[in-house]
């Protein structure tokens, strides 16, 4: 398997624009996540979906930020408007059902700058 | 909700000696922690995890042990090499499948 594919690697956008992220999961994975990393704030969970479903999203910063999962394959997190206070790595991440408690596998991320 | 707590936020040892790196939780709900090394900018990957019905796993150099009474468990790596070098993550998961990181550990190992 190819692993958790995120794209694009890099982001620079201008303060207002949208951006949006792209993640596809690891086959077979129920459970899909979105992290962000910063140095100030570690590695913060923003949302996760569990076939496809938004099961906790609390951690999504405030409404600017929004995400999907149309189908098993596919998830994007949406920023509408960014700010440059969003710059960080975004990080996709996906399990097998934790019934078994399986890890995490994370993509490569995604570096946003917002100018 | 769950929070981890991870000391020390920074460790330097020299190549040979040990590293010990510690968390606790609060949530007892919590039964399964995993723990992710990320080199300098790379995806965090994970190294070792521990259920909560073991008290300790090892896996060549690195061993963890889980204290579920006193809600802390350790990561151990024995015989440092430079390439350890790295941050540490720890991680508490319930059942539900959200899993609370701690800060993490940048781990230096000096040749």
């Known amino acids: 398997d190819a692993g958790v594919i995120q794209s694009p690697r890099h982001e620079v956008t201008e303060m207002g624009q949208e951006v949006t992220l792209r993640c596809k999961p690891i086959?077979?994975?129920?459970?899909l996540f979105w992290y962000r990393q910063t140095m100030m704030r570690g590695l913060e969970l923003l949302i996760y979906?569990?076939?496809?479903?938004?099961?906790?999203d609390s951690g999504m910063p405030e409404d600017r930020f929004s995400a999907k999962m149309p189908n098993a394959s596919f998830s994007t997190l949406k920023i509408q408007p960014s700010e440059p206070r969003d710059s960080a790595v975004y990080f996709c991440?996906?399990?097998?059902?934790?019934?078994?408690?399986?890890?995490?596998?994370f993509g490569n991320g995604t570096r946003l700058t917002v100018t | 909700g769950e929070n981890v707590e991870q000391h020390p936020s920074t460790l330097s040892v020299q190549e040979g000696d040990s590293a010990v790196i510690k968390c606790t939780y609060s949530?007892?709900?919590?039964?399964?922690f995993p723990w992710y090394k990320q080199e300098l900018g790379k995806r965090p990957q994970l190294i070792i995890d521990?259920?909560?019905?073991?008290g300790e796993k090892k896996d060549q150099r690195i061993a963890v042990t889980l204290n579920k009474t006193a809600k802390h468990f350790s990561l151990h790596i024995t015989e440092t090499q430079p390439e350890d070098s790295a941050v540490y993550f720890c991680?508490?998961?319930?059942?539900?499948?959200?899993?609370?990181f701690g800060d993490g550990t940048t781990l230096t190992v000096k040749p």
């Open positions: 521990i259920r909560s019905n073991v």
């Open positions: 086959s077979g994975h129920d459970y």
């Open positions: 991680a508490a998961s319930d059942g539900a499948g959200k899993s609370t």
């Open positions: 949530d007892s709900a919590s039964n399964y």
């Open positions: 979906f569990n076939n496809n479903v938004p099961i906790d």
């Open positions: 991440a996906s399990s097998l059902s934790p019934v078994s408690n399986s890890p995490l596998h």
